[in-house]
């Protein structure tokens, strides 16, 4: 109801902004919403490893194509939005650095591009899919024209999710399993750069030099995640 009534606002405000409606006029901006609140449902070092072993018999099974098993792996070892890893281009990843580079993200007007270590498991992966290459996107549509659908991330993320039992557990909860094992050994301002976050924005500016650091424990988090996966 919250986001149904945020959505209509928005419109309104919209058309008052267009001169569809008189200015002052929307009525959504006197309605009280819920309070909102923001999951965050981490997986477990339990569950974690049951979605490890379900991703990899999924996959030798052929139940599982090996472009949806890399975004899944993908997204739990880097802890980027699910967006940056279906749309990643080949031109965003930095093979002799080991990262990806992502110039146009949700926090770049605040931050500037974002930098994205991988450890040696993530690199498997990119290398992996660097065989299937067929145009500029890593993970592209069967047609090979654009990247392929969000949506198939999503209903695979559901079949794994559903064999795990662990209903609850959205997509985007695989960015905060990293964020939440991140949170437990590192500094604030070095997660925040870590997941691309744009608070406190004050703290993020100077994280640039940490890039060093930053990346030794991405990779001590990507070897735990990956040791789960079975990697």
């Known amino acids: 109801m919250s986001y149904s009534l945020r959505v209509f606002a928005s419109l309104l405000a919209r058309c008052e902004e267009w001169g569809y409606i008189p200015h002052g006029s929307n009525p959504a901006r006197h309605i009280k919403q819920n309070p909102h609140r923001v999951k965050h449902r981490p ?7 049951q979605v490890g072993a379900t991703i990899n018999e999924m996959q ?8 949806a098993a ?19 281009k080949w031109a965003d990843i930095d093979m002799d650095e080991a990262c ?20 040696p498991a993530g690199m ?16 592209p549509s069967r ?9 198939i991330a999503n209903a695979w993320w559901n079949k794994v999710r559903a064999e795990v039992k662990i209903p609850d557990a959205r997509i985007h909860d695989l960015r905060h399993t990293l964020g939440a094992k991140a949170g437990a050994i590192l500094p604030a301002f070095m997660v925040q750069t870590l997941l691309g976050h744009s608070q406190p924005s004050t703290t993020s500016r ?26």
């Open 143 to 151: 047609e090979g024209q654009g990247h392929l659908s969000p949506q």
């Open 43 to 49: 997986l477990t070092v339990d569950e974690l490893h």
């Open 60 to 67: 030798s099974d052929g139940k599982m194509p090996a472009t």
């Open 206 to 231: 100077y994280a640039t030099p940490l890039d060093l650091a930053v990346q030794e424990k991405a990779h001590e988090l990507q070897d735990d995640i990956a040791k789960a996966l079975g990697l």
């Open 100 to 119: 990806i580079v992502f110039k146009d993200h949700k926090t770049a007007k605040r931050m500037g591009a974002k930098k994205v270590f991988l450890g």
């Open 124 to 139: 498997e992966i990119i290398k992996g899919m660097a065989g299937l290459q067929i145009g500029p996107y890593v993970f």
């Open 70 to 88: 890399a975004i899944l792996r993908l997204l739990l070892l880097t802890g980027c939005r699910r967006a940056e890893i279906v749309t990643l």
